[in-house]
């Protein structure tokens, strides 16, 4: 089966920089990935996906990067501001189920 | 987009009782549903995929018996936590699949069960 899991648990960052959160998984055979936010006593909130058929993929501040190679992907959220305060699961998807990562709690320092 | 609404958001009930979860995909048919367990500074949990007119599918170590799942409709699945102990307590997040979409997952706002 799938296991997801993420190199850090813990992030904090300085409002204006650059964030980059850590994501590895198991299965080679993955073909879609996804990231979600989630705020305390809220569900996951979609962020972006990636296929297995990418390597990057741009949102509004937010780049998705696949290293299929080493079974690795990485949220990078650009300027963060306060409300990306949040915490953030990989997750892996396929047809009939959707499993997540442990997640890394961001905070952002003013 | 589509939207899956959760209800209750929060619910507190005692020790021994049943409370009733509804997970519901507002503007879209879901035949597949999934409910998720999430305790405080963890991820969330797979317990069981609802899936419309037939039996739940549940994780290894999920009790079917504890934790009732009916699909009765393409728009409705609820889960039913029978006989409620205290380390039932978690936040429940249900999951409903749109089938028009490749990958297709929306997912609730999240019950807070609190058994006491």
């Known amino acids: 089966g799938e296991s997801v899991g993420l190199h850090l648990p813990t992030l904090s960052v300085q409002e204006g920089d650059n964030s980059i959160i850590n994501c590895a998984y198991s299965?080679?055979?993955?073909?879609?990935f996804i990231w979600y936010k989630q705020e305390s006593g809220k569900g996951p909130q979609f962020i972006i996906d990636?296929?297995?058929?990418?390597d990057k993929r741009q949102g509004q501040r937010v780049t998705v990067l696949l290293n299929k190679t080493v079974k690795h992907l990485s949220l990078q959220i650009a300027a963060t501001q306060p409300g990306d305060s949040a915490v953030y699961f990989c997750?892996?998807?396929?047809?009939?189920?959707?499993?997540f990562g442990p997640g890394t709690s961001l905070s952002v320092i003013p | 987009g589509a939207v899956v609404s959760q209800h209750p958001s929060r619910v507190i009930c005692k020790s021994g009782t049943s409370v009733k979860i509804e997970c519901r995909s507002l503007?879209?048919?879901?035949?597949?549903m999934f409910w998720y367990r999430q305790f405080p500074k963890q991820s969330l949990m797979l317990m069981a995929t609802?899936?419309?007119?037939?039996?739940?599918?549940?994780e290894q170590g999920v009790e079917k018996d504890k934790f009732l799942i009916n699909h009765a409709s393409l728009t409705l699945s609820t889960l039913t936590v029978t006989s409620a102990h205290p380390e039932d307590s978690s936040f429940y997040i249900c999951?409903?699949?749109?089938?028009?979409?490749?990958?297709?997952?929306?997912f609730g706002s999240g019950t807070r069960l609190t058994v006491v």
């Open positions: 999951s409903a699949r749109d089938s028009r979409v490749p990958y297709g997952y929306t």
């Open positions: 299965n080679s055979a993955s073909d879609y």
């Open positions: 990636i296929r297995s058929n990418m």
């Open positions: 997750a892996v998807a396929s047809y009939d189920k959707v499993i």
């Open positions: 503007d879209f048919q879901a035949t597949t």
């Open positions: 609802s899936n419309e007119g037939s039996k739940a599918t549940y």
